[in-house]
């Protein structure tokens, strides 16, 4: 009597074989989606911070048009800018607020960058920081404010 093998179908070891490798490429694939999550979180706060950022310069820059700024540099010790804790440096004033969940730190630079026959044009600095983490910060900009001579 003659034994006839048929092999088309499949082991159990390959079944389990197959199970194994495509095991191991879903755990590798899901790894993933945390990192995901972590790095929108950081975006998410990023962009956030850079529209703080340029929202707080757009406000300082108004301050020049109802010449707040410019009584500020007459008399920058007057407590004119109220909201903010002025913090005199060197070759800036500082000036730190905390805005929702970020510490904000505006520098002014003392000495005009640009010069007019009627404005000085002072460069002003905005840093974003976290609230829990101030050595690095999440946004900077720039830009000028106009001071009458």
């Known amino acids: ?24 490429i879903l755990l590798t694939t899901m ?14 706060t990023k962009t ?13 820059q108004k301050k020049t048009d109802d010449n707040t700024m410019d009584s500020f540099f007459a008399n920058p010790d007057a407590g004119i800018i109220p909201e903010y804790n002025p913090i005199n440096g060197k070759d800036y004033y500082n000036f730190e607020s905390v805005d ?16 007019s026959n009627i404005y000085n044009a002072h460069q ?14 999440i946004s900077k900009t720039y830009g000028y404010i106009k001071v009458r001579r």
């Open 1 to 24: 009597m003659r034994i006839s093998k048929n092999e088309n179908g499949l082991t159990l070891i390959e079944v389990l074989v197959s199970i194994v490798i495509l095991s191991m």
């Open 31 to 44: 790894s993933f989606f945390p990192q995901m999550g972590k790095i929108n979180n950081l975006n998410t």
């Open 48 to 60: 956030q911070a850079i529209n703080t950022a340029k929202d707080i310069l757009l406000q300082w």
């Open 100 to 115: 929702g969940n970020f510490f904000i730190n505006i520098q002014i630079k003392k000495a005009p960058s640009k010069e």
């Open 124 to 137: 002003i600095n905005v840093f974003v920081y976290t609230l829990n983490k101030r050595d690095v910060a």
